[in-house]
């Protein structure tokens, strides 16, 4: 199984909403990733956990708050978004993180978030 | 900063046409190489992964290869069906732990 799930595949919210997206993997991967896209661009990274750990944030604002429940879980937490936070939000996952052996990145379908 | 640069921004060739698309990238220092395909609205479809000690990766009718030293990667598709209309993405893997992404090359293959 090399299945990245996500939910909700959509998504509309205002501006004072308080939503949450979801990703779960269960390929044992120990690296899990948020992606945001617009469109015709490329993945632009925010997060990265290793272990269960916060690796990196790509300096996301605040109203982005990740969490990582457990090593098969990724959530984005959402408040106070702006418009031009609509994107596709993609998770993602590898092997590893941060050596030569991280392997494949395997993405999920992604989460089409608008924001009103 | 690692740069990655995917020429052509577009493609479109008949059905059945072997066809090369180009990844070039700035920074030699790097983990690995991964080539995705991504249909509209979609996420990305793994395609192959070259390891920064490889040299080619083959699946199917896709062969990818990888000249670590020049920053270049290219990937290669035979026999093009309409299917394969998709924009590619290369993606380079740097030992800081983040892969950067070329724009990507939007192909279509027409019937």
């Known amino acids: 199984d090399t299945e990245v799930t996500q939910t909700p595949k959509h998504l509309v919210m205002g501006m004072t909403n308080k939503k949450s997206l979801k990703c779960e993997q269960h390929?044992?991967?120990?690296?899990m990733y948020w992606y945001k896209q617009k469109a015709k661009k490329p993945p632009e990274l925010m997060f990265v956990?290793?272990?269960?750990?916060?690796?990196i944030n790509e300096s996301v604002p605040s109203r982005f708050s990740p969490e990582c429940p457990n090593s098969s879980l990724l959530n984005l937490h959402l408040h106070a978004l702006q418009p031009e936070d609509s994107a596709l939000y993609l998770c993602a996952s590898s092997q590893d993180w941060g050596t030569p052996s991280t392997g494949e990145l395997f993405f999920g379908e992604g989460s089409r978030l608008t924001v009103l | 900063k690692q740069e990655v640069t995917q020429i052509p921004a577009a493609l479109s060739v008949p059905e059945g046409e072997n066809l090369v698309l180009n990844c070039s990238f700035t920074d030699s220092a790097i983990y690995n190489l991964q080539w995705f395909r991504q249909d509209p609205g979609k996420g990305l479809t793994s395609l192959l992964l070259?390891?920064?000690?490889?040299r080619e990766q083959t699946s199917g009718r896709l062969n990818a290869s990888l000249d670590k030293s020049s920053g270049r990667s290219t990937l290669y598709i035979a026999a093009s069906q309409p299917g394969d209309s998709a924009t590619y993405l290369c993606a380079v893997l740097t030992n800081a732990g983040k892969s950067t992404f070329g724009d990507g090359t939007t192909l279509t293959v027409k019937p």
């Open positions: 070259i390891q920064s000690s490889q």
């Open positions: 956990y290793s272990y269960e750990k916060l690796s």
């Open positions: 390929m044992g991967h120990r690296a």
